[in-house]
């Protein structure tokens, strides 16, 4: 297998999952708590066709696969509609909160499986291990940094619903406001200001170091050091 063809592979299929099982726990919790939109629209199923977005869950993981760059995407978002919720200021954190817990469990798992690996000393061995074992890697690194990034107290970031439902009511309209404008707002902070002031790169000074810390506590419930 060819070094581009390895990269893909090992970085596509665990971001995948990663994000399907992000969008369904929205739309689990979101049931749970009265709203069933997602699930009668068909989208509380772990099939992946389901939830991609040809760019965000296909096109933009290989492009940065393919260069070596860090792999993170998106998938189509599950609808919540917020009113059918039962408390629908507190429930809608805890829907939110739902995608960056589940992506801390499927980490949870992924080291447990990486420690198994370790453990039976088949990771060094090459072959189909080492290819599970490389999967099992980036699937930890991708859930984990998933898990963070999601928090970004920012609209349209799962973050900016927390902050929401923490809001005194009266700032809450000023805050959708911000939401409606949250795409741009996120390609000005994530893309257009670090090119311009790389000291501002909120993905490098916040998100980052805090990524390397739990993936590194994970990484060491595992046995193993990157």
Known sequence: MSDTLYSIATWLIPLVIAIVFHEVAHGWVARALGDPTAA??????????RHVDPIGTVGLPLLLAVTGAPV????KPV???TSRLRSPR??????????????????????LGLAALVGSGSAGDGGA???????LLNFL???????????????PFDGGHVVEGLLPRSAVPGWQKLARVGFPLLIVLLLV???????ADIVARAVVPIVRAVAGGFLGLAGVAI
């Open 72 to 75: 993170f995407g998106w998938a």
């Open 193 to 199: 200001v670090p090119a311009i002031l790389p000291q």
């Open 90 to 111: 507190w429930h809608m954190m805890l829907v939110a909160l739902a995608g960056a817990g589940v992506n801390l469990l499927l980490a949870l798992v992924a080291a």
């Open 79 to 81: 609808p919540v509609v």
């Open 129 to 135: 291990a080492a290819f599970v074992a490389r999967n």
């Open 141 to 155: 690194l991708i859930n984990v940094f998933l898990a963070i990034f999601n928090l970004i107290p920012l609209p």
């Open 40 to 49: 009668r629209l068909g989208r509380l199923t772990l099939n992946p066709i």
